[in-house]
């Protein structure tokens, strides 16, 4: 699970559907009901060097394209050339989750140095998955059933 407890309580108490159903008990139709309200994804904090980005790519040449476009526009980005020094080998990484980091490649989209396969690339690798199970509706709810 990538939203924590409170966040899918609220998620299923906000669901009448899937509130009526976990408050009786049963946790596997409270997920159905919920599911369209679930995200699918959320950022975190996520740090990657170029070898990561390189393997995040499912052609090593359009990688590599990449990353040599962010090389030629750090030329005369300084603050660009600095963020690129922390996905060199041995750095801990640049957090594709971050925020300033995510407007940063908006931008550069924008601006048309990244295709919006690269962009989409780049900021997959600060999004996770959101998997939340039968499990997961049980303990956020445990304590609230019958709430009103």
Not at 94 to 111: E, H, M, T
Not at 132 to 146: K, M, P
Request: hydrophobic share 45%; charged share 25%.
């Amino acid at each position: 699970m990538s939203i924590t407890v409170e966040e899918l309580h609220n998620i299923i108490k906000n669901n009448t559907v899937a509130k009526a159903l976990a408050d009786a008990g049963n946790d596997n139709g409270a997920l159905d009901a919920v599911q369209p309200d679930l995200p699918t994804e959320v950022v975190e904090e996520s740090f990657f060097t170029e070898l990561s980005i390189l393997s995040a790519f499912s052609n090593p040449i359009d990688a590599e394209t990449c990353l040599q476009k962010l090389e030629t526009v750090a030329e005369s980005n300084p603050i660009l050339k600095r963020v690129l020094k922390w996905i060199i080998p041995g750095a801990k990484g640049l957090d594709f989750g971050n925020a300033s980091v995510r407007a940063q490649l908006d931008a550069l989209y924008i601006a048309g140095v990244l295709t919006e396969k690269e962009l989409n690339v780049l900021k997959s690798l600060g999004e996770k998955k959101v998997i939340i199970t039968v499990n997961d509706i049980s303990l956020a709810w445990a304590r609230y059933r019958g709430e009103k």
